[in-house]
């Protein structure tokens, strides 16, 4: 029986080194969760927590406005949200995030009013085809103006393609396609459940 109080007396576990373990383990784990806390302030998770909550107090409205509602002012706010996230993603610099704001911006204010156009035609359509009389010359008309706007849509989506791919590396680019292909990959998934 003495053999076993002296070894507890003279053990590494005695009181006294009980004390000195657990204040050990304390800084341990403080900066553990120092060099944690910093590790993910510097994330990319971070970053895109820190932008979902400065945009509309950190909530969605919940209501979707349909493109032909929303401001010009509401696109530009959208479209740099959008590319600010994806400069996390590939580390753009602010210059580069502003070119691309601006190019993003042109191309959407120019679909815009012809957006409202699509919507205008398919009512004109939908007249046309109840009316008394069927008017081919008119439906042509329509199709044929709604063609050349597409294909100038068209032209200026890829003219702009081109130039926000100009403004960022290869290296950047070859990311970007890896962070869309996840979040198509992602979508995918959701939809199928």
Do not use: C
């Amino acid at each position: 029986m003495s053999d076993k109080q002296d070894t507890a007396k003279t053990g590494w576990f005695r009181k006294g080194n009980r004390k000195v373990i657990a204040l050990a383990t304390g800084i341990a784990i403080a900066t553990g969760g120092i060099y944690g806390a910093q590790a993910f302030a510097n994330s990319n998770t971070y970053g895109h927590m820190k932008l979902y909550a400065s945009y509309n107090g950190g909530g969605h409205s919940g209501h979707h406005k349909d493109f032909a509602e929303i401001s010009d002012a509401e696109i530009e706010a959208h479209i740099e949200r959008v590319v600010k996230h994806a400069a996390i993603e590939i580390d753009a610099t602010q210059e580069q995030q502003e070119k691309i704001i601006t190019l993003v911006t042109a191309v959407a204010k120019d679909l815009k009013p012809v957006h409202d156009k699509m919507r205008a035609t398919r009512k004109e359509i939908h007249d046309l085809l109840l009316a008394d009389t069927i008017d081919r010359t008119a439906l042509e008309t329509l199709r044929a103006k709604r063609l050349a706007d597409a294909e100038q849509i068209s032209k200026n989506l890829v003219s702009a393609l081109a130039d926000v791919a100009e403004v960022l590396s290869p290296e950047q680019r070859k990311v970007l396609n890896e962070r869309i292909e996840q979040f198509r990959s992602l979508r995918r998934g959701r939809h199928r459940g």
